[in-house]
Nanobody
Framework: QVQVVESGGGLVQAGGSLKLSCAASERTFSSYGMAWFRQAPGQERQFVAGIIRSGSGRYYANSVKGRFTISRDNAKNTVYLQMNSLKLEDTAVYYC??????????????WGQGTQVTVSS
């Protein structure tokens, strides 16, 4: 079973940047697509960004395109989410997941506990 642990969340002003990390326990990390999802209070969890096993294919929600970048380091069993030009509406709990790498939440078997990102004005 893969365990994933997110880190890097926090409080940041609008327009600022934050980088999330997700460390996976599994030595076969490179065999999993990875993704970030987020859930704001009172809202359903939504896809943010995904990356396939090799890292050559990346997918983004329209709301974060051009501002967020997902990347992975298979040697470190880690996936990252660089978030720039943060907006108030980016405030949410961000979850890392291991599975397909696409936007379908049902295609992910392993989830982290989440890390809070709060963007202030």
């Amino acid at each position: 079973q893969v365990q994933v642990v997110e880190s890097g969340g926090g409080l940041v002003q609008a327009g600022g940047s934050l980088k999330l990390s997700c460390a996976a326990s599994e030595r076969t990390f490179s065999s999993y697509g990875m993704a970030w999802f987020r859930q704001a209070p009172g809202q359903e969890r939504q896809f943010v960004a995904g990356i396939i096993r090799s890292g050559s294919g990346r997918y983004y929600a329209n709301s974060v395109k051009g501002r967020f970048t997902i990347s992975r380091d298979n040697a470190k069993n880690t996936v990252y989410l660089q978030m720039n030009s943060l907006k108030l509406e980016d405030t949410a709990v961000y979850y890392c997941a291991a599975g397909s790498g696409n936007s379908d939440q049902t295609s992910y078997d392993y989830w982290g506990q989440g890390t809070q990102v709060t963007v202030s004005s």
